[in-house]
């Protein structure tokens, strides 16, 4: 078991920050067209239909980038409220900004040093 900010790092670098790869937007496309009734395979159109209006693939893997941080961040508060076992992981999340790797704690311009 690792620490808690190995836990943090970990994260942001595999879960937060993974969400600004561009290839992983034509991932979601594909495997959508593959797979179209696999669950969230409703996400590859809904991707086309963002480009095809003008939307940069940079400001969609932000948009995710901010729903993965949201994500991290409510379920380790979740672990504390309701909690579980014996409250180990008290406040976890209020620690999560604190490790973006970039030192700007999630801010804009802080993708750019990932």
Known sequence: MGTRAELL???WHEVINR???VA???R???ESKRR???PFADVGPAIERL???GASER???LVQRHSAYEAVFQTLYALRDPGVDDGSVFMLHESLLTADPSGREGR???ADAV
Do not use: F
């Open 24 to 26: 992983g937007l034509h």
């Open 59 to 61: 400001d969609i893997c």
């Open 51 to 53: 480009l095809s209006l």
């Open 9 to 11: 790092k970990h994260l």
């Open 19 to 21: 969400q600004l790869d």
């Open 28 to 30: 979601l496309v594909e």
């Open 108 to 110: 804009p311009g802080s």
């Open 36 to 38: 179209p009734d696999d």
